[in-house]
């Protein structure tokens, strides 16, 4: 006996809920609406945890959740009933009975995605980094809200003799699909591409080969691959456009508008990634004049030019003008005030030289003119002959009389 064989014989057919509702003691919930409440938890929770690892506040994602979530959820319905009005034609009134069914997820992604973003700009967040937290978060919620449809018994393929084949309640069969008892589960087919595609999203974002941004076309284009898929299989009925379901053509839309996203998202080694999860553009000139200031402290004094002023001075307020009717303490205050320092930084601090001693230079010699050189010269000729003595009176003393 095969191994199919023995699955067959242990799995003959998946049954369906008796009831679409679950009690919760005195309490009974419509099963739809509680699996889409706790995908909603489940996809807040993750998100939450993805933006904290982004450096994000997690609360953050909770706020834009209170608006993007029930503007999702407007807008699936919308889509639903565009999409398949004819059947809501004389019971306009069941278009506000979504625990009945009902929610085109086109329709949520497109109208959440743009109120989130709204909401996630108002707040200051950086758009290309809250995408990526929450990308994984939306194919999780999906995953698990796919089981309401499991508890209405709707969304379902064609007949199937499969040991997984969907069991379905004779009154729920469409019409020409009376006789069979199985059907494919679409509904579980899609829950687990979805799980699928969450745990692809987080692999691929921890390797970082896709620019900020780009893993939300990613999930796009996953989900809707997908669904392409399921909506063939589907044999419920549906609103045609040219012969083909309508979720097709979207399905196709979903591709294009994806894959361009994803293929224009590879990241170079150039590229310069912005991974801040805010933007604060208001401390960009703070961040240039502390640019400047590092790149300065590294260059060659010859090199630098003028010593640029550093921050302080940059955005220190302006000394008050000294004019006529200044304050003469004020002008005094100014005048004692040292120098700033003109130390750039980075170079070695300045040490104290010691005083040079004073060198005394010599009085200038005043140069002889030709009457002071004339005037001597006349004065040496006029002057008396100095009297020569004998030679045997040289050295002896007039006064006095020989010793001999």
């Known amino acids: 006996m095969s191994a199919a064989s023995s699955l067959a014989l242990v799995v003959a057919s998946i049954p369906s809920p008796s009831s679409g509702s679950v009690s919760v003691g005195p309490l009974e919930l419509r099963a739809y609406g509680l ?39 407007v807008g699936a319905r919308l889509y639903h009933v565009i999409t398949d009005w004819k059947a809501y034609q004389g019971r306009w009134f069941e278009v506000v009975e979504i625990w009945e069914g009902g929610l085109g997820i086109p329709g949520g992604i497109a109208v959440g995605t743009l109120v989130g973003l709204y909401v996630a700009h108002r707040r200051g967040i950086r758009l290309p980094v809250i995408l990526d937290a929450a990308a994984p978060a939306l194919p999780l919620a999906q995953a698990i809200g796919r089981w309401g449809n499991w508890f209405n018994q709707e969304l379902f393929g064609g007949p199937t003799d499969l040991p997984w084949g969907l069991e379905i309640d004779p009154g729920r069969r469409p019409g020409s699909f009376v006789d069979y008892e199985t059907f494919h589960p679409t509904f579980l087919y899609e829950s687990l591409w979805n799980l699928a595609l969450c745990g692809a999203l987080i692999w691929v974002g921890r390797t970082g080969r896709l620019r900020p941004g780009r893993l939300f076309p990613l999930y796009v284009l996953g989900y809707f691959v997908a669904r392409l898929g399921i909506e063939l299989m589907r044999s419920d009925p549906a609103s045609l456009i040219g012969g083909v379901r309508v979720n097709v053509w979207t399905s196709l839309v979903g591709i294009v508008v994806g894959g361009w996203f994803v293929a224009r998202g590879g990241r170079r080694p150039t590229d310069l990634v912005d991974l801040r999860p805010y933007d604060d553009s208001a401390d960009d000139d703070g961040a240039l004049v502390a640019a400047a200031e590092r790149v300065a402290s590294v260059m060659p004094a010859s090199l630098a030019g003028p010593i640029a002023p550093s921050s302080d001075e940059l955005f220190a307020p302006a000394p008050p003008e000294i004019g006529a009717g200044s304050d003469l303490s004020t002008a005094k205050a100014l005048a004692s005030e040292p120098e700033p320092d003109r130390h750039v930084a980075g170079d070695a601090e300045p040490e104290d030289e010691p005083e040079p001693e004073p060198v005394i230079e010599p009085e200038p010699v005043a140069d002889e003119g030709p009457d002071l050189a004339a005037a001597k010269k006349t004065a040496a000729k006029e002057a008396p002959p100095v009297p020569r003595l004998p030679l045997d009176e040289v050295g002896s003393d007039p006064a006095e009389p020989s010793t001999d």
């Open 35 to 73: 699996m889409i409440a706790i995908g909603v938890i489940a996809a807040v929770w993750l998100a939450q945890r993805r933006w904290a690892e982004a450096g994000g506040d997690p609360e953050d994602v909770a706020s834009i959740a209170m608006w993007a979530v029930p503007a999702g959820l």
